[in-house]
């Protein structure tokens, strides 16, 4: 059993940044692929970024060159650095875990992530 962690949420003005971050348990977390899913009121959860076991980073086009996600395999954690945050990126942000897969491209398809946070709200106001 894999525990995933989220905290780093709040509130945060239009054109503001903050930093989530997710710990995972497991001694092999240097293993495991990344992501961040969200999801908005009445919406779909919908992808936003992931990272592979070997670092390998896929974006949202919505968040591409707003958002970096990094990990850090010596603390179990991986981050989202969230910059130029708008009011549409208002949502519970998730972080999940593929621990099966082995794959060193990033994992995209939230099926395939086999343990989930519970999530941490972002809002942005105007």
């Known amino acids: 059993q894999v525990q995933v962690v989220e905290s780093g949420g709040g509130l945060v003005q239009a054109g503001g940044s903050l930093r989530l971050s997710c710990a995972a348990s497991g001694r092999t977390f240097s293993t495991y692929n990344m992501g961040w899913f969200r999801q908005a009121p009445g919406k779909e959860r919908e992808f936003v970024a992931a990272?592979?076991?070997?670092?390998?980073?896929a974006y949202a086009d919505s968040v591409k060159a707003r958002y970096t996600i990094s990990r850090d395999n010596t603390k179990n954690t991986v981050y989202l650095q969230m910059n130029s945050l708008k009011p549409e990126d208002t949502a519970v942000y998730y972080c999940?875990?593929?621990?099966?897969?082995?794959?060193?491209?990033?994992?995209?398809?939230?099926?395939?992530?086999?343990?989930w946070g519970q999530g941490t709200q972002v809002t942005v106001s105007s």
């Open positions: 999940a875990a593929d621990v099966l897969s082995g794959d060193y491209n990033p994992t995209l398809v939230p099926s395939k992530y086999n343990y």
């Open positions: 990272i592979s076991r070997g670092g390998r980073t």
